[in-house]
């Protein structure tokens, strides 16, 4: 059974940080591309970080770049987000998923297939 698992959100003041983590079960992540997206009431969901399955790429939104890194664990079968420098705009629903296509040298933000429940983020003061 496939499955991803997100956890790590909760409340925090911006300027603060927060690591999220995707725990995958079911086949190794190593193998494929991870990517984190985000979903607040009334928008679509953007795609805001991603890692491809062996050619080391990442790939981040400008509204998070130089703010959030996305990183693999492979003894933990594990994908993180670490979110510095955190700010109000960044309030939402943070959801893992994966296109489960092996070995993907580059990221993309569509044709994902399998997700996470997600894990909600709230930064305010």
């Known amino acids: 059974q496939v499955q991803l698992v997100e956890s790590g959100g909760g409340l925090v003041q911006p300027g603060g940080s927060l690591r999220l983590s995707c725990a995958a079960s079911g086949f190794t992540s190593d193998h494929y591309t991870i990517s984190w997206f985000r979903q607040v009431p009334g928008k679509e969901r953007e795609g805001v970080a991603c890692i491809a399955s062996s050619a080391g790429y990442t790939y981040y939104a400008d509204s998070v770049k130089g703010r959030f890194t996305i990183s693999r664990d492979s003894a933990k079968n594990t994908v993180y987000l670490q979110m510095n420098s955190l700010k109000p705009e960044d309030t939402a629903a943070y959801y893992c998923?994966?296109?489960?296509?092996?070995?993907?040298?580059?990221?993309?933000?569509?044709?994902?297939?399998?997700w996470g429940e997600g894990t909600p983020v709230t930064v305010s003061s």
């Open positions: 998923a994966t296109d489960l296509i092996v070995g993907t040298a580059f990221c993309s933000f569509v044709g994902m297939t399998h």
